[in-house]
Every structure is written in C-alpha cells, then in structure tokens.
C-alpha cells in the first residue's frame, strides 16, 4: 500500500512537472536571437545568416583565401552583447552548399567559433 502511494505521488510531480515545461522555445522565436540576427545581417561582409534549430549562427561571406576564426569570434561579441542564446557561429562560404569540398548543408566551412 505504501508503495502505490509513493508511486502515485511520483507519476502525480512527473505529470505535473511536463505539463509546466510547456513548449519547447526554438532559437529563432528567442526574441534576443531575433535581434542580434538583425544586427549580424547588417554587417558588410555577411551575405546571408540564419540560426538553425540546433541553435548554431550561419553566416555566407565571399571567400578571400583567409581564415575566418577571428571574423566568427567578432560576431559572438555582437551575440554576446545582445544576450542571444545563440552559442555558436560558423561561417561558411557563400553559394557553396552543392560545392563538393562542402563540410555540412550550409556549405564550405571557412571559420567558427564558440561564443562561451
């Protein structure tokens, strides 16, 4: 009896705990992912961003032979400073996503780097 009562105040919290958790937020309805995707759109260099569901920042530039690293850490700064849960950025090199040295479905990976 003791144990059918335990069990039925475990499902009980269990039931009750899914129920609060309600939707799962994805990372482009963040309002803070919103605006900071706006403000990387704005940048000279950037042909196109996006933040995926896996919640990782996208970015197309031209490719000019260089590394980008220190271009993906400039943009965590502008993550950073608009409180994006956005944690990652790569960038990938623009209309190269049927290119057949392509690392991923974005394209060709010329930088990235971890916002943390």
Same mark, same amino acid.
């Given at each position: #009896?003791?144990?059918?009562?335990?069990?039925?105040?475990?499902?009980? #919290?269990?039931?009750?705990?899914?129920?609060? =958790?309600?939707?799962?937020?994805?990372? #482009?309805?963040?309002?803070?992912?919103?605006?900071?995707?706006?403000?990387?759109?704005?940048?000279?260099?950037?042909?196109?961003?996006?933040?995926?569901?896996?919640?990782?920042?996208?970015?197309?530039?031209?490719?000019?032979?260089?590394?980008?690293?220190?271009?993906?850490?400039?943009? =965590?700064?502008?993550?950073?400073?608009?409180?994006?849960?956005?944690?990652?950025?790569?960038?990938?090199?623009?209309?190269?996503?049927?290119?057949?040295?392509?690392?991923?479905?974005?394209?060709?990976?010329?930088?990235?780097?971890? =916002?943390?």
């Amino acid at each position: #009896m003791k144990f059918k009562k335990i069990f039925l105040a475990f499902a009980t #919290m269990q039931f009750l705990l899914i129920i609060s =958790c309600g939707e799962i937020v994805k990372p #482009m309805d963040d309002p803070n992912n919103k605006t900071a995707l706006a403000e990387v759109k704005k940048e000279m260099k950037v042909k196109e961003a996006i933040i995926t569901d896996a919640n990782v920042l996208y970015v197309s530039v031209e490719d000019d032979g260089t590394i980008r690293n220190g271009y993906a850490q400039y943009l =965590c700064q502008i993550l950073n400073e608009n409180k994006a849960t956005t944690k990652w950025v790569k960038i990938v090199k623009v209309n190269s996503i049927n290119d057949p040295n392509s690392d991923n479905a974005y394209g060709v990976l010329l930088g990235e780097s971890n =916002c943390n």
